[in-house]
């Protein structure tokens, strides 16, 4: 197997042939170190590589694998990649922000906790839009993240640095989070599986979250069974918690093999205020109801309760946490300072009132979806934008912008449901496109399921971009650094 193949290799695959002792931990950290290297200047997927770090934990995962290969967990040597919002202690925590180079977190946050358990090896911090406030990674001071399948495109934001990474194979799978779209979007730019969890499914510990339940961590992954096999480790309950819910039985990736009965799905194919979607995202839907027909569930168009009640409250929550983080005004960007500005005229009443109306909202929503086990929502009105497309924008224009291409994430975000990201094609500029299903509160179970019969009949984790694909002239081959038994 040529290191091409071993890098792109899905992730519960690589945890199979660790414990067979057919590749080891070393040998795995060092193949995407290798393609990190050689890779990233030119992507700007990772702010931060941790080459001594990973090496040394990798090497101490050789050597247990040597001397005691039983009871391993779950994802054992496997690499991921953590976006920088999210702290590793020892380790530079920016979120998105040059001047914060230099700030060191003094402590993991607690799903970081859930990926050393997890037996997985960290490769770095990928880059993330300033605050994490905007659809694409394109922070001051740092170089654009890059979309692999079209360097001239954008991979998202604002989990885009993570979705670049492993779309290119410079890691098995990424942590990203969502408070409108963050994870779902970069998955829909860049042709993965992107799950934004439940509200309460994965805890914020130990600092918290400041978008009133927007905002929730999840996973991404190349295949469906990597990204629940991810969502497994993640999840869970921690004392304190303002959310929670039980943890599922089966597991999400034991879930996958239960047999699934018929559905009823709602599609969508108009969100008003906002109006048609593009016809290539508009194609995906109607590409993904005649599978899903095909599969055997039952599909029907829905008219999607009308978004004009949800854009105001949700567009006051994110002015105020922009505000609220703490950050000196002279070092955020255009877009960020204007939000900063707006906040200001925003009194507490103002704010608490946005946040009634948006559980009102929230309510609407979840009553619209009970009657359909799945809902099939476009990811993003229109196709993937190029890098530095809005750039040169007044801000009020790039609200609007923004606005009118992620409509379809966040009334699950006020909603808490669960909502995965699934690729379906590409678009003709050779950038993916994809679908979201939408399931009700708690059931990612049933969304991971559909996927993964959609998965089946039409696999596509086998395509990589042709930019991540040439071997390097010094890695044309692995080499076994544990003996196979015997």
């Known amino acids: ?154 991979p998202g934001g604002s989990s885009g640095g993570g979705a670049a990474a492993l779309a290119a194979g410079l890691c098995a799978l990424s942590q990203g989070s969502d408070g409108g779209g963050s994870l779902r979007g970069p998955a829909f730019c860049c042709g993965l599986v992107g799950l934004k969890a439940s509200r309460g499914r994965i805890s914020f510990s130990p600092v918290g979250e400041r978008l009133s339940g927007l905002a929730a961590n999840g996973p991404l992954g190349r295949t469906v069974a ?34 699934l009965k018929p559905l009823r799905i709602g599609y969508v194919t108009r969100l008003d205020p906002i109006g048609e979607i593009h016809p290539v995202c508009r194609q995906a839907i109607y590409e993904t109801v005649q599978k899903v ?79 359909y086990d799945v809902l099939l929502m476009p990811v993003y009105m229109h196709p993937v934008i190029k890098v530095g497309a809005w750039k040169g924008l007044r801000s009020p224009k790039i609200l609007d912008n923004v606005i009118n291409w992620v409509a379809p994430c966040p009334p699950f975000n006020a909603s808490g449901q669960p909502a995965l990201a699934i690729p379906t094609g590409f678009d003709p500029n050779g950038v993916p496109v994809g679908v979201q299903l939408v399931g009700r509160p708690a059931a990612e179970a049933t969304i991971l399921a559909l996927a993964a019969q959609l998965e089946q009949a039409s696999p596509w984790s086998h395509q990589r971009p042709a930019f991540a694909t040439d071997p390097p002239p010094t890695s044309d081959t692995t080499k076994l650094l544990i003996p196979k038994p015997g």
């Open 1 to 154: 197997m040529n290191s091409v193949d071993l890098a792109f290799l899905p992730a519960l695959e690589q945890a199979r042939l660790i414990r067979s002792k057919e590749i080891s931990p070393l040998e795995l950290t060092e193949v995407y170190l290798e393609r990190i290297g050689r890779l990233n200047p030119a992507l700007g997927a990772y702010v931060t590589v941790m080459a001594d770090q990973a090496l040394a934990d990798a090497r101490a995962k050789t050597e247990h694998l040597v001397s005691n290969p039983d009871d391993l967990p779950p994802l054992f040597g496997v690499t991921v990649s953590v976006k920088d919002l999210n702290p590793v202690e020892g380790v530079a925590c920016a979120y998105g922000i040059k001047a914060a180079c230099d700030r060191i977190a003094d402590q993991d946050d607690y799903i970081v906790s859930k990926l050393r358990q997890a037996g997985m090896v960290i490769l770095g911090k990928t880059a993330t839009s300033q605050l994490g406030s905007l659809p694409y990674t394109e922070p001051p001071g740092f170089p654009p993240a890059r979309n692999p399948w079209n360097l001239d495109y954008t």
């Open 226 to 259: 990597d990204t629940a096999a991810l969502l497994d480790v993640l999840s869970g309950y921690e004392v304190g918690d303002p959310y929670w819910l039980p943890d599922p039985d089966p597991s999400f990736l034991d879930g996958l093999h239960t047999p």
């Open 293 to 371: 027909e095909d599969l055997g569930h039952t599909a029907e168009e829905v008219s999607f309760p009308n978004l004009a009640d949800l854009i105001e409250p949700f567009t006051v929550l994110w002015e105020c946490v922009i505000a609220e983080v703490g950050v000196p005004f002279v070092v955020l960007e255009k877009m960020n300072r204007w939000l900063y500005w707006r906040a200001w005229r925003i009194n507490s009443g103002a704010y608490l009132r946005a946040v009634a109306k948006l559980q009102r909202v929230a309510r609407q929503i979840v009553q619209f979806c009970q009657p």
